[in-house]
T-cell receptor, first 112, second 114 residues
Framework: AQTVTQSQPEMSVQEAETVTLSCTYDTSENNYYLFWYKQPPSRQMILVIR??????QNATENRFSVNFQKAAKSFSLKISDSQLGDTAMYFC?????????FGKGTRLHILP | KAGVTQTPRYLIKTRGQQVTLSCSPI?????VSWYQQTPGQGLQFLFE???????NKGNFPGRFSGRQFSNSRSEMNVSTLELGDSALYLC?????????????FGPGTRLTVL
């Protein structure tokens, strides 16, 4: 069974708008971590945000924030005031059995 | 600190050949993981090395192997290449080996099998 599900294969939004990328996961870990990674076109994958499951407060990094719903096993990423440089593949991930499992990704296009 | 480096960046091989890819982690990182990225399957975990030992392995055939050296540099080998092995191969390094820590990715090696 797929551990991390990203239901939106591709999205497009206008520059300066707010966009939310969905992610649901399945885990049997007692304590686990959730991640959003960004892979810009032809550039290296980088961490956007990291959330520890036992922390109630949603993680934020500047314009990027998450909505972590532990009971629903949902971990969505919100990008506020989107910029052209946010165009990228976004991968949701979690740790399982001592390794990181990635979703299939959401390709996000920011339109001028 | 220098980032994760991978060599070569591009490779073209023919079916049946073998290939070796190299990854140098961030200084101080002892965990190196390898992933295969394809448009249809996303990122799939190949294996992870920590302190020269393979700690974890994904669901790939035995044609895929790797190793890690005492300086934490890692190599990945694919023997008897198949067309379906065409992919971007990413390596990532981290401090922890349990998947809880941030992974720092290299630029990848784009392998094309003809």
């Amino acid at each position: 069974a797929q551990t991390v599900t990203q239901s939106q294969p591709e999205m497009s939004v206008q520059e300066a708008e707010t966009v939310t990328l969905s992610c649901t996961y399945d885990t049997s870990e007692n304590n686990y971590y959730l991640f959003w990674y960004k892979q810009p076109p032809s550039r290296q994958m980088i961490l956007v945000i990291r959330q520890e499951a036992y922390k109630q407060q949603n993680a934020t990094e500047n314009r990027f924030s998450v909505n972590f719903q532990k009971a629903a096993k949902s971990f969505s990423l919100k990008i506020s005031d989107s910029q052209l440089g946010d165009t990228a593949m976004y991968f949701c991930a979690t740790n399982r059995d001592d390794k990181i499992i990635f979703g299939k990704g959401t390709r996000l296009h920011i339109l001028p | 600190k220098a980032g994760v480096t991978q060599t070569p960046r591009y490779l073209i091989k023919t079916r049946g050949q073998q290939v070796t890819l190299s990854c140098s982690p961030i200084s101080g990182h002892r965990s190196v993981s390898w992933y295969q990225q394809t448009p249809g399957q996303g990122l799939q975990f190949l294996f992870e090395y920590f302190s020269e030992t393979q700690r974890n392995k994904g669901n790939f055939p035995g044609r895929f192997s790797g190793r890690q050296f005492s300086n934490s540099r890692s190599e990945m080998n694919v023997s008897t290449l198949e067309l379906g092995d065409s992919a971007l191969y990413l390596c990532a390094s981290s401090l922890a080996r349990d998947g809880t820590d941030t992974q720092y990715f290299g630029p990848g090696t784009r392998l094309t099998v003809l």
